[in-house]
């Protein structure tokens, strides 16, 4: 299982703070968005988001996902 | 000297951490520290601040390296809290031990200012009942182009 997490103010919008996902292979990640509904799709794809797969920030472009990832979204942080 | 960086779901005990700091590093001739708490006011009853352990702390130890390698330190501590708070308590401790006083003020306020804008830390507020995210300040921004 994929697991996906929603930092700060996206879990609010999932409404979750993680979602584990069975992929059967490796996913490209706009797959795995096609998993989710619009709204967080359109919340996890702005720009000052970024991606964490495994603890290390990767870009999101050609980001393939397989199913043992921990892939983290990580909205711009709110300061200490 | 290795710096002393911590995440810490309990309480911090500022006078205590301080007092074993400064007992391990007699050869400062300055140590200058800075205790960041929840403000009390503006309706806020409680606070949670949210992490994400793979890159955390590691970004904290990063920082505190910086500053090693920026300034004559002799020793460095940083506690930061997660999970819930209540006005007053303490958010963060930041503590710079230097042979002379000059390096202990800036390794203290860079670390802060850093700890600010680039940790990794997603805070909410409790207000009226409701929670709310706290979204990043532009000042935030502004403290820390100060050090390029």
Known sequence: ?80 | MAADVRLSEQAIDPAAELAAFSAAHEAAGGIVSFLGQVRAGGGVKALELRHYEPLTLPGMRELAERAHARWSLEGLLVIHRTGLMHPGDPIVLVAAAARHRRDAFAAAEFAMDHLKSESWFWKREQVDGEWRWVEPREQDFEDIRRWE
């Open chain 1, 1 to 80: 299982m994929a697991r996906l997490l929603f930092l700060g103010r996206l879990e609010d919008v999932a409404g979750m703070e993680e979602l584990s996902l069975p992929l059967a292979r490796v996913c490209p990640l706009a797959e795995v968005m096609a998993m989710l509904p619009g709204e967080l799709v359109e919340a996890l794809r702005k720009p000052n988001v970024k991606i964490a797969v495994n603890g290390v920030i990767v870009a999101a472009e050609g980001l393939a996902i397989a199913d043992t990832d921990e892939v983290a979204f990580l909205p711009p942080v709110s300061g200490g």
